[in-house]
């Protein structure tokens, strides 16, 4: 059975910083793309980070860029997301996913890429 279960989300000011792990099981990690997605109420699901199955390469939001870091420990089956200087447009339910890597040029960045999710986690950034 696949699970995919993220923490570490939680209300924190602007300016802080968080990190998100998410623990996958029932997959071969270390051949997955790992991605990191957000929503917030009424909005569609949206693209925030991706990274190789070896950490390699890694793609980010405009939104993020320069704030948040993808990163991955393929011998805990974990991926993580840093996130850093967190503004209120920041808060969102996190979600990882995950999907085979086939060697893209390009790392997959839309929902419709990925097959497996976690349950999500909730960040509050207050202003």
């Known amino acids: 059975q696949v699970q995919l279960v993220e923490s570490g989300g939680g209300l924190v000011q602007a300016g802080d910083s968080l990190r998100l792990p998410c623990v996958v099981s029932g997959r071969t990690f270390n051949r997955d793309v790992m991605g990191w997605f957000r929503q917030t109420p009424g909005k569609e699901r949206e693209f925030v980070a991706s990274?190789?199955?070896?950490?390699?390469?890694?793609s980010y939001a405009d939104s993020v860029r320069g704030r948040f870091t993808a990163s991955r420990d393929n011998a805990k089956n974990t991926a993580y997301l840093q996130m850093n200087n967190l503004k209120p447009e920041d808060t969102a339910v996190y979600y990882c996913a995950a999907r085979r890597d086939s060697g893209w040029a390009e790392l997959p960045s839309s929902t419709a890429d990925f097959g497996s999710w976690g349950q999500g986690t909730q960040v509050t950034v207050s202003s």
């Open positions: 990274i190789s199955w070896s950490g390699g390469r890694s």
